[in-house]
């Protein structure tokens, strides 16, 4: 199993991870654009590991988290290895 973080909005009842195309729209629908504010906050590249990856956009979550607790939360999933 891997450990995989998300973001969501406390209203958002769609599951990042299986119901992202849910999830977006909703997100979409209400103009929080939470993809866009994550883009902008992670310091992501294609030269970096996925590991390194995935660490700056859980450090964008957690920016997010911290600046509005009452509306994002951080959301910890264990998800099945991929071969």
Not at 33 to 44: D, Q
Request: charged letters at 30%.
């Amino acid at each position: 199993m891997a450990r995989a973080v998300f973001i969501t909005t406390v209203d958002n009842d769609k599951d990042p991870y299986d119901e992202f195309d849910e999830w977006l729209a909703f997100d979409n629908r209400h103009g929080y654009g939470t993809c866009e504010k994550l883009a902008v906050l992670a310091c992501t590249a294609n030269n970096l590991s996925t590991a390194d990856n995935a660490q700056a956009i859980e450090e964008a979550i957690d920016i997010l988290v911290r600046m509005l607790p009452d509306f994002y939360k951080k959301v910890v999933k264990d998800i099945p290895n991929r071969r």
